[in-house]
């Protein structure tokens, strides 16, 4: 029996071995890709009009999803949990996604028609802003549609669409921005010809490989909507400090500042980069536990390790981009150089922030990430706005560093509360931390039906 059991769980820890490292695959290659087009774009842009392409970028990945009430993490907790099936449940989600798109394309051009975006939209043509806006409800239902896969813990298909997009998104900017020369019109074509081709190919595979019911599941939409609407603060403050501070600056300074910023930020989330690749992992993974013990023991883990090696990846970050983005940037980014040194120095308390975030959503618990990330709104906000109308561009960064530290010790004092009287090790590598790490390694090479003599399992603590 006990061999059996060690069995299963080295098969198990290989299994998230391999997914894990699938995600960081991944992220790296489309990161990459990511750099490259913006190094270009940028260059060929100028910082004012890579300014105006940051602010339309903002309207789907920022103001959509702050729209859905929480619907995206209820997906993510009933797939995971197999409280309901993605077959019976994925023409729902479309739908809702596509319809959430068309509510925040119609809310938007509203307010955009009253001026309330500030400087930098004032300076974009209209044209460009509905093009943009019609993308919306394509946009929605794709969300829907990755949530679904990462839920089921489809992560390689996922991983291959998002690397699908990030490739034809960049094929389509050289080709119009940097071949014909058609600048920021360029950009939004290139957005719109990778939206419609992946939105429709992401539908392809998800009719391919479950055949969904092709009806309303209002049973599903009930306790989704319960369930999301507890979450649906922390989501919305969630995503609205992942880029509030970016719509801020652009309604408060001119495109070049922005423009600047954004290239920072880019660089500064490189650190995110391990995180982002276990997270979806640690989610499912303290979802699908019973025990509160192995839940905490993953998640101390995972948030020492995370901690300290995107720590030093930063110090790693901050040399490059002062030794070699002025150089391949050229001029009219002198800015960036400080500003990612401002956002590295709130690394360690993002990263703490995210991999807390899984721990309590993957238990159940999305009201307590509400708090976190609602106190974190609250202040954040009226610091970017304080300090970006005081001090500009930097204001804007210093903010952001900010407000991460304060979600992340909101989030702390919640797990330590949760765990006491245990005290919880989140920070300080162990030696059993450098065995698992190897362990996972080997596992990611393991093959499928390998000796299990060869895998070994984690060793907890």
């Known amino acids: 029996m006990a061999t059996s059991l060690n069995e299963g769980n080295a098969a198990t820890d290989s299994r998230q071995a391999k997914s894990t490292a699938g995600i960081l695959a991944t992220e790296t290659v489309t990161l990459a890709i990511t750099i490259i087009v913006s190094i270009v774009?940028?260059?060929?842009?100028?910082?004012?009009?890579?300014g105006k392409y940051a602010f339309l970028l903002l309207l789907g990945g920022t103001l959509l999803p702050l729209m859905f009430f929480g619907f995206g993490v209820s997906v993510s907790y009933f797939v995971a949990n197999r409280s309901f099936e993605v077959r019976r449940i994925a023409a729902t989600c479309v739908v809702v996604g596509v319809l959430v798109g068309m509510v925040a394309a119609l809310g938007i051009a509203a307010l955009w028609e009253t001026g309330l975006f500030g400087k930098t939209s004032?300076?974009?043509d209209q044209t460009l802003v509905l093009s943009v806006l019609a993308l919306l409800p394509l946009q929605g239902g794709r969300i829907m549609l990755g949530r679904l896969l990462i839920a089921d813990s489809r992560f390689g298909v996922n991983n291959l669409w998002m690397l699908v997009q990030r490739v034809l998104l960049a094929a389509t900017l050289f080709l119009t921005v940097v071949i014909f020369g058609l600048g920021l019109p360029g950009c939004v074509i290139a957005m719109v010809v990778t939206t419609v081709v992946t939105s429709l190919g992401l539908a392809g595979e998800v009719w391919r490989r479950y055949r969904p019911v092709l009806r309303i599941d209002s049973e599903f939409v009930a306790q989704g909507a319960a369930h999301g609407i507890k979450a649906w603060a922390g989501a919305l403050a969630q995503h609205a400090n992942l880029r509030f501070d970016q719509l801020i600056l652009g309604m408060l300074c001119e495109p070049a500042a922005l423009g600047n910023y954004t290239i920072a930020t880019m660089i500064a989330e490189l650190c995110w980069l391990p995180v982002r690749s276990v997270g979806?992992?640690?989610?499912?993974?303290v979802a699908a536990f019973r025990s509160e013990a192995e839940r905490s023991t993953s998640t101390e883990r995972i948030h020492r390790i995370m901690v300290i090696s995107?720590?030093?990846l930063a110090v790693l970050l901050i040399a490059v981009t002062f030794?070699?983005?002025?150089w391949l940037l050229g001029d009219g980014y002198e800015q960036v150089g400080p500003l990612t040194t401002i956002l590295l120095s709130g690394v360690g308390a993002s990263v703490s922030f995210r991999v807390l975030c899984k721990f309590f959503g993957g238990i159940g618990r999305p009201f307590l990430n509400s708090v976190a990330h609602l106190v974190a709104f609250v202040v954040g906000t009226g610091l970017s706005i304080a300090l970006t109308t005081q001090f500009g561009v930097y204001g804007a960064a210093v903010a952001c560093a900010f407000t991460y530290a304060i979600g992340a010790a909101v989030l702390v004092f919640l797990y330590l509360r949760r765990v006491s009287p245990r005290r919880p090790q989140l920070l300080w590598i162990r030696r059993s931390d450098v065995r698992w790490l190897r362990d996972q390694f080997r596992g990611i090479?393991?093959?499928p039906g390998g000796s299990p003599a060869k895998q070994t399992s984690a060793t907890p603590g």
């Open 280 to 285: 979806p992992v640690l989610f499912n993974r």
């Open 445 to 447: 090479f393991a093959s």
């Open 122 to 124: 004032a300076e974009i």
């Open 41 to 50: 774009i940028a260059r060929e842009l100028g910082a004012v009009d890579r």
């Open 310 to 312: 995107s720590s030093l």
């Open 323 to 326: 030794l070699i983005v002025p």
